[in-house]
């Protein structure tokens, strides 16, 4: 079939026919082709055409058609420049006091979770300013990985841990197989699209030892409020929920999957985490009521924000 480019709408508009290319009977409607001709596909089949084809150079100029990247590059290109700089507030040095107060929660919310052994290899994709590794160190691990596509943010990583690399996460974990005990991505998948995080999962149960686990947090689908994490960001491809989730862990080989709320830590934080976790509870629980009315069933977490774990079988 000709290569479709960007397109001419005719007048046609034909229902009830078959589309040539996902085979149901939809609104179709009729899009000239690169040869003059007309082909009918239904929108979602011409979205992905699209998304797919290159460019045709303007007419006149006698210019062959060359590939032209996509608005995701583009985008990302221009974000993750400088990504602590401009959508985190983060500078290149790195500040301990806030590292800290941001430690002291993630204790609560990763624990039980961190290997037992001090000398476990641990990586980190996605790695931002080094606030986690900051915690991994105080807690006493000491062989400590990370990497970082953002110059800006591996500049400040450095400061906590010297073996950070400047590149591609996806990249850096094929090199890495069965290197690791643990691996960390915080707020990092739901910025992949959609074959890149069945890559992505792939490569970290390759890159995992045996028994090896995988620790990932993301914007939560479920949430009232997950629309809104979900356009948070330019960069975000998609967001997830814990049942989603946990299957496509499931499909790359992982097990034992643990998904853990976001929200207010209940006590050892401050008296404010205290307030708040009690007025989340009936909150909480009134979300879930509706849920259960309308679906006959719970849902695992409601914060817009959650965690989950899976170990390499």
Not at 2 to 10: E, F, H, L, Q
Not at 171 to 178: I, N, T, V, Y
Not at 238 to 250: D, H, I, T, V, Y
Not at 262 to 286: A, E, V
Request: proline share 4%; aromatic share 10%.
């Amino acid at each position: 079939m000709a290569d479709i480019v960007r397109p001419r709408r005719t007048s046609n508009e034909c229902f009830g026919r078959i589309c040539l290319d996902c085979h149901r009977r939809v609104q179709l409607r009729c899009y000239r082709d690169s040869k003059g001709g007309s082909s009918l596909f239904c929108l979602s089949a011409l979205i992905d055409r699209l998304r797919t084809a290159p460019r045709s150079a303007p007419a006149g100029r006698g210019m062959t058609k060359e590939p032209h990247p996509s608005g995701l590059d583009d985008v990302r290109s221009a974000a993750y420049g400088n990504y602590g700089r401009d959508f985190q507030d983060t500078s290149t040095h790195f500040d301990a006091i806030t590292a800290a107060r941001w430690g002291k929660a993630y204790r609560y919310y990763l624990r039980d979770w961190f290997p037992k052994e001090y000398s476990a290899r641990i990586g980190e994709l996605a790695c931002g300013n080094g606030k986690l590794l900051h915690l991994l160190k105080e807690l006493g691990y000491t062989n400590l990985y990370g990497v970082d596509i953002s110059a800006d943010q591996v500049a400040s990583a450095r400061q906590v841990v010297a073996t950070i690399d400047h590149g591609n996460a996806l990249d850096w974990l094929a090199e890495r197989g069965g290197f690791f005990d643990l691996l960390i991505a915080l707020d990092f998948i739901e910025h992949l699209h959609r074959h890149e995080v069945l890559r992505f999962l792939d490569l970290c149960q390759a890159a995992l030892k045996p028994g090896g686990r995988l620790i990932l947090q993301t914007p939560n689908a479920d949430s009232p409020f997950g629309l809104g994490m979900r356009y948070n960001d330019p960069t975000h491809e998609w967001a997830f929920n814990a049942n989603q989730l946990g299957r496509l862990l499931m499909r790359a080989g992982f097990g034992c999957i643990e998904c853990r709320c976001q929200g207010p830590i209940p006590w050892g934080y401050s008296w404010r985490s205290t307030l708040r976790w009690f007025l989340w509870l009936p909150i909480q629980t009134g979300l879930q009521i509706w849920n259960i009315a309308e679906t006959g069933t719970g849902l695992p977490v409601l914060t817009r924000v959650f965690l989950i774990s899976a170990l390499r079988a």
